[in-house]
């Protein structure tokens, strides 16, 4: 399995970023893909889900700014970042509920939002 995430950087507050993953390995059409942060010296949290329905949740810290979405015909989970603070410099990694039960993660993309 291969979940690889792209799209950081650095952006000023109030900016946005689109984060992609592309998935290799797993029938993507049927896993429901999720969206994480950590920051160092703090756990990973939740930011956002997508089940292969197309139902998405978010963490309360980011309703209404970010928005996920996948595309199975590219095997991709995107993660539209609007409004961005600088509370949500992290690094963002993409990550199956099956790999998170493992805690086996991929390499992250590191955002940063300058105020």
């Known amino acids: 399995v291969q979940l690889q995430a792209s799209g950081g950087g650095v952006v000023q507050a109030g900016g946005s970023l689109r984060l992609s993953c592309a998935a290799s390995?797993?029938?993507?059409?049927?896993?429901?893909m999720n969206w994480y942060r950590q920051v160092p010296g703090k756990s990973r949290e939740l930011v956002a889900g997508?089940?292969?329905?197309?139902?998405?949740n978010y963490a309360n810290s980011v309703k209404g700014r970010f928005t996920i979405s996948r595309d199975n015909t590219k095997n991709t989970v995107y993660l539209r970042m609007n409004s961005l603070r600088s509370e949500d410099t992290a690094v963002y990694y993409c990550?199956?509920?099956?790999?998170?039960?493992?805690?086996?993660w991929g390499k992250g993309t590191q955002v940063t939002v300058s105020s």
């Open positions: 990550n199956t509920l099956t790999r998170v039960r493992e805690n086996s």
């Open positions: 390995g797993i029938i993507f059409s049927i896993t429901t």
């Open positions: 997508i089940t292969n329905g197309g139902s998405t």
